[in-house]
């Protein structure tokens, strides 16, 4: 079963807008993650937020956490071609020991 | 480069043949995992090996098994393949079981 449910599933800008992903889990986590994976390729990770932190910034990347709502959003303000990618989100629960990935984002970003 | 690397990167099987896929890294991490990624199911996890000597099952470990060779290598054989084992296939590592993954480049496997 899947812990993280991201939202959308698939989303489509035009390069230069800010691009909101959302990702929404079950139970207690540790920390959650997100990944970017671009077409064939290996998952890339981007940011891990943990459960006592309500957001982070990494570059053009926002990542917010609600855990009352069990919830997260990664936003990538400025979009680029490069943007082009599947995002992934991924929680590790308490006392559990490895990573539980949702089913992604598709994200395309239009010149 | 540093990093997570799998052998081979593409490899066509017969139903009932068998094969080992295999991944190093060489970041001195102590946790391993391979996973499987098909298309709508996201990435589900078969086994990890959270530190040297030890190894646990996943999400999907059925017609999987895994040998945490050293610290450095973490292979995943397919007994006898079948077609619903068609997947493409992740190892990655992390220095402990709560931090970020670095994953390969993954193995795309078809089973006909």
């Known amino acids: 079963s899947q812990q993280g449910e991201e939202d959308p599933q698939a989303l489509s800008i035009q390069e230069g807008e800010n691009a909101t992903m959302n990702c929404s889990y079950k139970?207690?986590?540790?920390?959650l993650q997100w990944y970017r994976q671009n077409s064939g390729r290996g998952l890339v990770h981007l940011i891990l937020i943990r459960s006592n932190e309500r957001e982070k910034h990494s570059g053009r990347l926002r990542v917010t956490l609600d855990t009352s709502k069990k919830s997260s959003s990664l936003l990538i303000t400025a979009s680029r071609a490069a943007d082009t990618a599947s995002y992934f989100c991924a929680t590790r629960g308490r006392g559990a020991q490895k990573l539980v990935f949702g089913q992604g984002t598709r994200l395309t970003i239009n010149p | 480069n540093a990093g997570v690397t799998q052998t081979p990167k593409f490899q066509v099987l017969k139903t009932g043949q068998s094969m080992t896929l295999q991944c190093a890294q060489d970041m001195n991490h102590n946790s391993m995992y391979w996973y499987r990624q098909d298309p709508g199911m996201g990435l589900r996890l078969i086994y990890y090996?959270?530190?040297?000597?030890?190894?646990d099952k996943g999400e999907v470990p059925n017609g999987y098994n895994v040998s945490r060779l050293n610290k450095r290598e973490f292979s995943l054989r397919l007994e006898s393949a079948a077609p619903s084992q068609t997947s493409v296939y992740f190892c990655a590592s992390s220095e402990t079981t709560g931090d970020y993954y670095t994953f390969g480049s993954g193995t795309r496997l078809t089973v006909v």
């Open positions: 090996s959270a530190s040297e000597g030890t190894t």
């Open positions: 139970t207690s986590i540790n920390n």
